[in-house]
């Protein structure tokens, strides 16, 4: 069965630094797809990058990216140049060849101005 | 466009009440996902519809919990016969593809709340 941990409850970064969150996943399928998910204070979840196992290139959005080791099962998320809006919650998730997506626990992600 | 919309955004139930969550996806979307979440926790998946087949159901806690699609759009998740430990957000996703692979779209959630 599938797991993705996120060992960190609860990050602080200063605005305008640049932050990681960790993620590790287990699977024993060779095709996955790993996703980062925002959830802002009483907001809508929204995806923040989607990575595909088999691109070995680390997938980015604007100053989101990520740092994919698949022979580790890692796939932190760093966000660069940090603003005020990017306070939430972070998600980090896996599928593999069926429809459920398997969730970690979630990091707090807090931006100090 | 609209996004995906849920209803009612809380619910307080009576311990043994029956519920009725909506989702409203966003128009032509083919798959339908529900989740639940407990506070300070990732989701945990509950059902899957593709169009109008529920194709997998196998994340719903138990034979209380029913969810249907009848017509490939909107989505009902019904509770029956509440319990505590159903207290939850219950959240919906619609997806423009089949399966689980590409980007799910949110809603807002509803917050079901038994005493």
């Known amino acids: 069965a599938q797991t993705v941990t996120q060992s960190q409850p609860e990050m602080s970064v200063q605005e305008a630094e640049t932050v990681t969150l960790s993620c590790t996943y287990d699977t024993s399928e060779s095709d996955y797809y790993l996703f980062w998910y925002k959830q802002p204070p009483s907001r809508q979840m929204i995806l923040v990058i989607r990575?595909?196992?088999?691109k070995q290139q680390n997938a980015t959005e604007n100053r989101f990216s990520v740092n994919f080791q698949k022979a580790a099962k890692s796939f932190s998320l760093k966000i660069s140049d940090s603003q005020l809006g990017d306070a939430a919650m972070y998600f980090c998730?896996?599928?593999?060849?069926?429809?459920?997506?398997?969730w970690g626990a979630g990091t707090k992600l807090i931006i100090k101005p | 466009g609209a996004g995906v919309s849920q209803s009612p955004r809380y619910k307080v139930a009576k311990r043994g009440q029956d519920v009725a969550l909506r989702c409203d996806p966003i128009s032509g979307h083919v798959s339908l996902f529900w989740y639940q979440q407990a506070l300070g926790q990732g989701p945990e998946f509950l059902t899957y519809f593709q169009n109008e087949a529920q194709l997998d159901k196998s994340g719903l806690p138990s034979d209380r919990f029913f969810a249907e699609r009848p017509e490939g759009s909107v989505s009902t998740l019904k509770i029956q016969r509440t319990q505590q430990e159903d207290s939850a957000v219950y959240l919906c996703?619609?997806?423009?593809?089949?399966?689980?692979?590409?980007?799910?779209?949110f809603g807002p959630g509803t917050r079901l709340t038994v005493l």
């Open positions: 998730a896996s599928v593999d060849s069926n429809y459920q997506l398997i």
């Open positions: 990575q595909e196992a088999y």
């Open positions: 996703a619609s997806s423009p593809a089949g399966g689980g692979r590409n980007e799910q779209f």
